[in-house]
Structure formats: C-alpha cells, structure tokens
C-alpha cells in the first residue's frame, strides 16, 4: 500500500484553494455586474419620473397662465372699446345739430320754447347716464390693470418656479450620479477585500 507524498497533497490543495478563490471571484464579479444593472435600472427609471413629473407641471402652470392671460386681455380690450364708443358718442352729442340749433335760437329769439327746453333735458340725461356708464367702465379698467399686474406677478412667479424645478433637477440628476458612483466604489471595495481575503488564505 503506497502513501502519498506531503509534496503532492499540498500542490492539490493549493490547486482546489485557487479554484474556489475563482469562482467565488467570478460569483463576486457576477454579482456586482447585477448590481450595476438594478442600481442603472433605478436611477434612469427616478431621473424618467422626476423628468416627467416637472415636464407636467410647467405645462400646467404655463397653459394656466396663457389661460388667464388671454382671457384678462379679452376683458381688457372689450371694456376699452366700450369706452371710446362712448366717448365718442358723447362728443358727438355735444356738438350735434341740436346743441347748435339750441344756440340759434337763444340768439335769435332770447329764451328758448318748451320744446328746446324738453330736448335739452333730454340730452342732458344721456350725457349724464353715458358720464355714468363711462367711470364705471374707468374703475373696470383700473381693475382690470390691477388684475393684469398680478398677472404679471404670477408669470415672475413661474418662472421662478420653473427655476427652481429645473435646479431641483439637477441637483437630483448629480445626487443619482454620485450615488451611483459611491455604490460602485463601495462594491469594487468589496471585490478586492475578498480577493486579498482569499489570497492570504
């Protein structure tokens, strides 16, 4: 019966030794290439939400404001045109022919007749009611610029916004990036902790 040689168990050893350090360094490898895959994985799939998610809401925010901005300049320049039909109205009444025809007639016959003093009456309750309607279309204007300002004030405000949603995603586009890069540092780490654990072995 033959014994084996220390020498030849050792070189066996050393040989099955070397094997599993392989694998295992294979199965490390294997690992840390998933790893790289779901952490990738996850990160375009947060970068793909955080995109989407600001992309809604400038548009939001943006059809909003077209929105209100249109319909704040309709009211705008109806109101205005109102007023110059009116104004326009007004002068005329002033100087029509029954204003001069009333003037004639002072100056030739002295106090006008009930019939002129009726027509004048009359035109001076139009002129007064038009007077009326005018202011108020004056503080409907007025607040229509106070209105239109604020709007203005939400625009700044928007845009703002939208600064700050665009820096918000930088910050988060780098903060993915760095975190990606420390994971794969960490596991690199790892890798070569157990190679050098397995080659003292």
Known sequence: MSKRSPGGTEVKRSAANQK????RELELQEKLAEQRLVLKGEHEEALRVLRAAHEQEKEALIQSSQEAKAALQETIDGLTSQLQAFQAKMKRAEESILSRNYKKHIQDYGSPSPFWVQELESLHFVIE???ERIHELDKRLI???????????????ITTLQQENE?????GRNQVVMSSHNHYIFLENLLNEN???????
């Open 20 to 23: 599993v350090e392989k694998e």
């Open 129 to 131: 009611m038009k007077n």
């Open 143 to 157: 607040h229509m610029e106070t209105v239109k300002e604020k709007n203005l004030m939400l625009e700044e405000k």
């Open 167 to 171: 820096d918000l995603h930088i910050r």
């Open 195 to 201: 190679i050098v654990f397995n080659t003292d072995l």
